[in-house]
């Protein structure tokens, strides 16, 4: 598959990305080549990834926990001790072999180490394929407040090897596909298109949605690496999803969601107020509706949980005129960033997604 060209680096695809991987060690010669890794991509994901690695630099592995709870400073601490230990220097680099959390951390601890190391990403979830690793934003969480310390960096290379999605769990292949049909509603209304018949869809089929995400979502950040315009186009579904992923994770008697089950509710939510806003036709909110339905299980959200979302919502993402913010739909394919919506008309939205 085509290799496709980020803002200074390229992101490469299968075998041909580790035949590129290989010469670009050789021409850099690194005085050592860390590999970071979780406990669940070292287990499933290493063990494909040695054999193909080629260079004749040291190489280091270092493990950490799998999990969200790992991404904060005290593992930063522990990784930047590790490299000083392994006697890391300006001229090392790392590899991230894992999911968002291991891109995000492993970016992060490149980009501060000596003032900033190279790294590479190798993601291994559905998530980090289409969106985590690219972009160039790294970063950890700052106790319950999600990203809020990083740098934005962008790495020497992305190898996407879909192979790897064969031992992810299917509810983490789920929370890639959310970000995927979201590259086709504010994108490519062609792309939105392949997901009506997904079951048909064989792995070959499969790489070349994953190459066309990739596609889409390094076209948007190239445009705006910092997000003063048209990435808040990726925040579609967003605004209401993260206020309903919060909810969720705070109430004991809720289940907690995955990222991706809370965008697909989010962008149905958003969708009906595009609709509402004259942005997208009816016709459209019941396309958008009816296929996330069929990909993605109704969350379990009742009337009583509506208003401590939007509580939620207001508290978080307020402006200055008092108005929530919002990447909404200009018809499918297209975006329409920083429109704003009356408190009633959110509230009306969740409604319809109860009915
Ligand atoms: N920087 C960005 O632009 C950006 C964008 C979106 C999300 N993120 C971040 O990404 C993170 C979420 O990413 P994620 O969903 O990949 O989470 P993750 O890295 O936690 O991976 C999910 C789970 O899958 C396991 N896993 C990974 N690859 C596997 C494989 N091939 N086989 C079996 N198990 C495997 C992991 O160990 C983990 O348990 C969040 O921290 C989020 O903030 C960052
Ligand atoms: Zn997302």
Redesign the pocket.
Same mark, same amino acid.
């Not at 005085?31 to 080629?54: A, G, M, Q, R, W």
């Not at 590259?183 to 089929?205: A, P, R, T, V």
């Not at 993260?242 to 995955?258: G, R």
């Given at each position: 598959m085509q290799s496709i060209t980020a803002s200074n680096y390229f992101i490469h695809f299968g075998q041909n990305g580790y035949n590129k991987l290989n010469s670009f060690l050789k021409e850099k010669n690194y005085s050592k080549i860390f590999i970071l890794v979780?406990?669940?991509?070292n287990?499933?994901?290493l063990s494909s990834f040695l054999p193909v690695l080629e260079t004749e630099n040291p190489v280091e592995i270092i493990e950490i926990e799998?999990?969200?709870e790992t991404?904060n400073i005290d593992t930063c601490v522990e990784l930047w001790n590790i490299l000083i230990e392994l006697e890391g220097d300006r001229k090392s680099l790392i590899i991230n072999i @894992? /999911?968002?959390?291991?891109? *995000?951390i492993g970016?992060f601890v490149a980009s501060t180490f000596k003032r900033g190391i190279d790294f590479i990403n190798i993601?291994?979830?559905?998530?980090?394929m289409v969106?985590?690793?690219? @972009? /160039?934003?790294?970063?950890i *969480?700052l106790g319950n407040l999600?990203?809020q310390i990083?740098t934005i960096t962008n790495p020497q290379m992305i190898v996407v090897d879909s192979n790897?999605?064969?031992?992810?769990?299917k509810n983490?292949m789920r929370?890639?596909l959310a970000?995927m049909l979201k590259h086709g509603l504010i994108f490519d209304y062609q792309y939105w298109n392949e997901f009506k018949n997904l079951e048909q869809k064989n792995f070959q089929d499969f790489d070349q949605l994953i190459h066309r995400s990739v596609e889409i979502k390094n076209e948007i950040?190239s445009q705006d690496l910092t997000e003063n315009g048209i990435r808040k186009a990726l925040n579609f579904g967003h605004t209401i999803g993260h206020a309903i992923e919060s909810y969720f994770l705070v109430n004991e008697n809720k289940k907690t969601l995955?990222?991706?089950e809370a965008i697909a509710a989010g962008m149905i939510i958003e969708a009906f107020i595009s609709n509402k806003l004259n942005l997208i036709s009816s016709e459209e909110l019941a396309e958008i509706h009816y296929i996330i339905s069929d990909l993605f299980e109704k969350i379990n959200i009742n009337v009583e949980d509506i208003k401590p979302i939007m509580d939620l919502l207001i508290h978080d993402k307020k402006n200055e005129y008092g108005k929530v913010q919002f990447a909404l739909l200009k018809n499918i394919g297209h975006f329409a960033i920083n429109q704003s919506a009356e408190n009633s008309l959110i509230e009306e939205a969740f409604h319809y997604y109860l009915l």
């Amino acid at each position: 598959m085509q290799s496709i060209t980020a803002s200074n680096y390229f992101i490469h695809f299968g075998q041909n990305g580790y035949n590129k991987l290989n010469s670009f060690l050789k021409e850099k010669n690194y005085s050592k080549i860390f590999i970071l890794v979780d406990s669940n991509t070292n287990e499933f994901c290493l063990s494909s990834f040695l054999p193909v690695l080629e260079t004749e630099n040291p190489v280091e592995i270092i493990e950490i926990e799998a999990g969200e709870e790992t991404k904060n400073i005290d593992t930063c601490v522990e990784l930047w001790n590790i490299l000083i230990e392994l006697e890391g220097d300006r001229k090392s680099l790392i590899i991230n072999i @894992g /999911g968002g959390v291991i891109s *995000d951390i492993g970016g992060f601890v490149a980009s501060t180490f000596k003032r900033g190391i190279d790294f590479i990403n190798i993601p291994t979830t559905l998530l980090a394929m289409v969106d985590a690793s690219i @972009g /160039g934003k790294n970063g950890i *969480d700052l106790g319950n407040l999600k990203n809020q310390i990083g740098t934005i960096t962008n790495p020497q290379m992305i190898v996407v090897d879909s192979n790897y999605l064969s031992t992810l769990p299917k509810n983490e292949m789920r929370s890639g596909l959310a970000e995927m049909l979201k590259h086709g509603l504010i994108f490519d209304y062609q792309y939105w298109n392949e997901f009506k018949n997904l079951e048909q869809k064989n792995f070959q089929d499969f790489d070349q949605l994953i190459h066309r995400s990739v596609e889409i979502k390094n076209e948007i950040v190239s445009q705006d690496l910092t997000e003063n315009g048209i990435r808040k186009a990726l925040n579609f579904g967003h605004t209401i999803g993260h206020a309903i992923e919060s909810y969720f994770l705070v109430n004991e008697n809720k289940k907690t969601l995955l990222h991706g089950e809370a965008i697909a509710a989010g962008m149905i939510i958003e969708a009906f107020i595009s609709n509402k806003l004259n942005l997208i036709s009816s016709e459209e909110l019941a396309e958008i509706h009816y296929i996330i339905s069929d990909l993605f299980e109704k969350i379990n959200i009742n009337v009583e949980d509506i208003k401590p979302i939007m509580d939620l919502l207001i508290h978080d993402k307020k402006n200055e005129y008092g108005k929530v913010q919002f990447a909404l739909l200009k018809n499918i394919g297209h975006f329409a960033i920083n429109q704003s919506a009356e408190n009633s008309l959110i509230e009306e939205a969740f409604h319809y997604y109860l009915l």
